[in-house]
Every structure is written in C-alpha cells, then in structure tokens.
C-alpha cells in the first residue's frame, strides 16, 4: 500500500497535510479526497460562509503533486449521489 496526502489549495495557499491515507493506488485517494471537498462544503453552506474556489491536491511522501480534485467535481459528485 502506498501512503498519499491531501492538501487544500485555496486561493493562492495551500494548507498541507489536510490528510494522509495508507491506500492501494491513486484512485482511493481520489475518492477521499472527493469525500473531504463534500464535506467541507456541506459546512460551509450549513454556516452560510463565502463560497470559494478549492481544490484538493493529492501528493505522496516527496510532496510530488499526483493529482487534483476541484471543488466543481465533488458538486457534481455530491448532486449525482443526492439523487439516489
């Protein structure tokens, strides 16, 4: 298994280490990170906050950039699975 991190890219900042996942490939980790943009979502409506423009970037242990999820994608995640 290989360990992946999500960090917060938000703005012109990234937060890192938003999370650290001990998964079998990529697509896991992509998953999470889904998981983590719907969640924080579904806050920030909840509290009414500004919405803005996130992405999840996913990492390994050198920091070497694997893949993104942007927000617009875990919308259109968060919609299909509220339809069932």
Same mark, same amino acid.
């Given at each position: 298994?290989? !360990?992946?991190?999500?960090? #917060?890219?938000? =703005?012109? =900042? !990234?937060?890192?280490? %938003?999370? %650290?996942?001990? /998964?079998?490939?990529?697509?896991?980790?992509?998953?999470?990170?889904?998981?983590? &943009? %719907?969640?924080?979502?579904?806050? +920030?409506?909840?509290?009414?906050?500004?919405?803005?423009?996130?992405?999840? &970037? #996913? $990492?390994?242990?050198? =920091?070497?950039?694997?893949?993104? $999820?942007? &927000?617009?994608?875990?919308? +259109?995640?968060? /919609?299909?699975?509220?339809?069932?």
């Amino acid at each position: 298994m290989r !360990r992946y991190f999500v960090n #917060i890219k938000h =703005g012109g =900042g !990234r937060i890192e280490n %938003a999370g %650290a996942f001990q /998964l079998p490939e990529l697509s896991y980790a992509q998953v999470e990170a889904l998981k983590g &943009l %719907a969640a924080n979502l579904v806050q +920030r409506v909840a509290s009414e906050a500004e919405p803005f423009n996130e992405v999840m &970037l #996913i $990492v390994d242990e050198t =920091g070497h950039e694997l893949a993104s $999820v942007p &927000l617009s994608q875990a919308l +259109r995640s968060q /919609l299909r699975w509220s339809g069932d």
